[in-house]
C-alpha cells in the first residue's frame, strides 16, 4: 500500500501503482524474511549482536522508507490544505520575477511623468502667489496697504500675467507628455499582466512537494510532528521486532541442526578440496618425474652417441701411419 500510494501520488495511474506495489510488496516481504533466515545464533551475545546489526540498519531503513508515504496519506488532508499556501507562495514568486523584469521600465515612467507634475505643481504655485500679491495689493489688505488699482499693483499684476503666460505654456508642453507617459506606463503594466497570464499555472502536488508540506506542518506543530515521529518508531519497531526476537532467544535444535549441517557441508567441501588438491600434485609429480627421466635417458644416449663417435675416431687415427719428421699423420 505504501509504494502503490507514492506510484499513484507520482503516475497518477491505479494500473502502474497497483502492479508496483505488488512487486514492491513481494520484494519488501522476501527481504524482511532473508534478514531473519540469514541470521545464525553463535550462543555468545556480543558475537550474534554483529551478526545482527547490520541487519537491523537494513530493518530501520526499510521501515523509515515503507512509513514515509504512509504518513503522507495519514495527513492527507493537512497536506493539501498546506499545499494550497504553497501553491499560492509559488505563483506569488512567479509573478514578482515576472514583474521585476518590468519594474525598470515602470518606475522611469512614473519619475518622468512625477517629474512633469512638479514642475507643474511648481509654476502653479508661483502663479498663485502672484496673483494673490496682486489681488491683496488691489483691495488695499496688503502690499502699500492702499486700496486702488496704481502703478504698484499693475506691477504686480503684470507679474502674476507673466506667471500665467509661463504656465500655460508650460502645461501645453508637459500635459501631452504626461499623457504619453501614462500611456506608455499602461503598455508596459499591460506587458506584465500578459508575462503573468502567461505562467504555467500546473497543479502543486507532486511527491516532493507533499514531502515539503509535511516538513512545513511537522515545523509548525507538534501534534503532527509527535505523530510523525511515533508512526515512524512504529514501522521501525515492526521491522525490527524479528531481528531483535532472533538476537534474545536462545539457542534453538534448528540452530544445532543447522550448524550440523553447515559443519558437515564444510567438512565435505574441505575433503572435496583436500582430494582434488592431492590428485594435482600427485599428475604435477607424475609429469615432473617422467620428463625428469626423459632428460636424463636423452642426456645418456647422447653421451653414449659421443663416445662411440670417440672411439671410432681413435680406431681410425691407431690405422694410420704417424710421420715423426712432420709430426702428423
Same mark, same amino acid.
Given at each position: ?6 506510484l ?9 501503482a ?6 514492491w ?8 524474511r ?15 549482536a ?24 495519514i ?14 507562495e ?26 512633469l507634475?512638479d514642475?507643474?505643481?511648481f509654476?502653479?504655485? $508661483?502663479?498663485?502667489?502672484? =496673483?494673490?500679491? &496682486? !489681488?491683496? %495689493?488691489? *483691495?488695499?489688505?496688503g502690499?502699500?496697504?492702499k486700496?486702488?488699482?496704481?502703478p504698484?499693483y499693475r $506691477?504686480k499684476?503684470?507679474? =502674476?500675467?507673466? &506667471? !500665467?503666460? %509661463?504656465? *500655460?505654456?508650460?502645461?501645453?508642453i ?9 500611456? $506608455? ?6 506587458? &506584465? !499582466?500578459?508575462?503573468i497570464a502567461?505562467?504555467d499555472?500546473?497543479k ?8 515539503? $508540506? ?7 506543530? !507538534? ?32 540452530d ?6 553447515e559443519?558437515?557441508f ?20 607424475y ?8 632428460v636424463l ?17 681413435l680406431?681410425?687415427?691407431?690405422k694410420?701411419?704417424f710421420?715423426w ?5
Amino acid at each position: 500500500f505504501s509504494s502503490g500510494y507514492a506510484l499513484y501520488t507520482v503516475f497518477d495511474s491505479y494500473v502502474m501503482a497497483a502492479g508496483f506495489g505488488l512487486v514492491w510488496g513481494l520484494m519488501i516481504f522476501n527481504l524482511d524474511r532473508y534478514i531473519v533466515m540469514s541470521m545464525k545464533s553463535y550462543g555468545k551475545w556480543w558475537r550474534d549482536a554483529v551478526v545482527a546489526a547490520p541487519r537491523l540498519a537494513m530493518a530501520v531503513l526499510l521501515a523509515i522508507v515503507i512509513s514515509k508515504p504512509l504518513e503522507l496519506k495519514i495527513f492527507e488532508k493537512e497536506i493539501n490544505a498546506e499545499l494550497l499556501t504553497m501553491e499560492q507562495e509559488v505563483f506569488k514568486q512567479q509573478e514578482d520575477k515576472v514583474k521585476e523584469r518590468f519594474n525598470a521600465q515602470v518606475e522611469d515612467q512614473r519619475q518622468q511623468i512625477a517629474k512633469l507634475k512638479d514642475e507643474i505643481t511648481f509654476k502653479t504655485a $508661483a502663479r498663485d502667489t502672484l =496673483a494673490r500679491i &496682486a !489681488q491683496i %495689493e488691489a *483691495d488695499g489688505t496688503g502690499g502699500s496697504r492702499k486700496k486702488n488699482l496704481g502703478p504698484i499693483y499693475r $506691477a504686480k499684476k503684470a507679474d =502674476a500675467d507673466k &506667471a !500665467q503666460a %509661463e504656465l *500655460d505654456s508650460l502645461l501645453a508642453i508637459n500635459l501631452p507628455l504626461i499623457k504619453e507617459k501614462g500611456m $506608455a506606463l499602461v503598455a508596459v503594466d499591460s506587458a &506584465a !499582466q500578459a508575462g503573468i497570464a502567461a505562467l504555467d499555472r500546473d497543479k502543486y502536488d507532486g511527491m516532493a512537494a507533499r514531502m515539503e $508540506a509535511l516538513s512545513r506542518l511537522t515545523a509548525n506543530s !507538534q501534534a503532527i510532528y509527535f505523530a510523525n515521529i511515533f508512526i515512524m518508531f512504529l514501522f521501525i519497531s515492526i521491522e525490527t521486532a524479528p531481528v531483535f526476537v532472533k538476537l534474545i532467544s536462545y539457542r534453538s535444535p534448528y540452530d544445532y541442526l543447522l550448524h550440523e549441517l553447515e559443519h558437515g557441508f564444510q567438512m565435505a567441501n574441505l575433503e572435496h578440496v583436500t582430494l582434488l588438491s592431492n590428485e594435482v600434485n600427485t599428475k604435477v609429480n607424475y609429469d615432473t618425474e617422467v620428463s625428469r627421466h626423459l632428460v636424463l635417458a636423452r642426456i645418456a644416449a647422447e653421451k653414449e652417441l659421443i663416445d662411440h663417435k670417440l672411439k671410432e675416431k681413435l680406431e681410425d687415427l691407431k690405422k694410420r701411419p704417424f710421420d715423426w719428421k712432420l709430426g702428423k699423420i
